[in-house]
């Protein structure tokens, strides 16, 4: 795995855990870490992260063609991300904005890819 790779892993991940915890906080009432659904959630958006073969050509798991995902915990996720997606800015505005910024551009990027520009 390639140091680029790993921080762009580690990247994906933290952000992950960070809107599982906003959801969680908002929608569960914890005030801190998880509750257990979260928790196993968490767990398992990380061991997904950590065992995919895309990594280095994807930013993030909305942009993949693979659903590696389970039903139900992709629809867990997508619920999360719906949630906490728009408040992000307001708790992590750096990151959110990163997040905004590096998947537009890797959105460009695959339907550049799909149109034959690359």
Known sequence: MTKNEQIKREREKAMV???????????????????NDC???????????????????????????????????????????????PRMILHHPVAAIRHVIETNKEKRWLDSAEKGGL
């Open 17 to 35: 855990s960070e809107m599982i915890a906003l959801y969680c906080k908002k929608k569960h009432g914890t005030r801190t870490g998880f509750c």
């Open 39 to 85: 928790a196993a959630l968490n767990a398992y958006a990380r061991q997904r992260s950590d065992k995919c073969p895309f990594m280095e050509q994807k930013t993030f798991c909305s942009n993949c063609k693979v659903h590696c995902y389970k039903p139900d915990m992709r629809e867990k996720i997508r619920e999360v991300m719906r949630f906490s997606g």
